[in-house]
């Protein structure tokens, strides 16, 4: 089944957000513009994009897209490789 980010992004998004107060904040209050911005990519206007986060009381789980969305939605990680963005911040690299 295909995912819309790779585990990589998922894990440095967290990472970033982790270290970085006012970036979780930007993710919460406004996910798509923060990772468009964090990409240096222009979604899909179609593309929804939300944010959850885990709290004591509140587990999230993310099931994997259906097989039959739609393609160029799902190639978005592909999208980005052919670009020759590497993931981190502004496709610069890694967070750090």
Not at 26 to 33: F, G, H, S, V
Not at 64 to 90: K, R
């Given at each position: ?77 592909e999208?980005i ?16």
């Amino acid at each position: 089944m295909a995912t819309l980010l790779n585990d990589n992004l998922q894990a440095e998004l967290a990472e970033r957000a982790a270290k970085d107060p006012e970036f979780a904040s930007q993710l919460r209050e406004n996910p798509k513009a923060t990772l468009s911005a964090f990409l240096s990519l222009e979604l899909p206007e179609n593309l929804e994009v939300s944010i959850h986060q885990e709290s004591r009381d509140a587990l999230h789980i993310v099931l994997p897209a259906l097989e039959n969305q739609s393609p160029e939605i799902l190639e978005l990680t592909e999208d980005i490789a052919v670009a020759g963005c590497s993931w981190g911040a502004n496709c610069k690299g890694s967070v750090g």
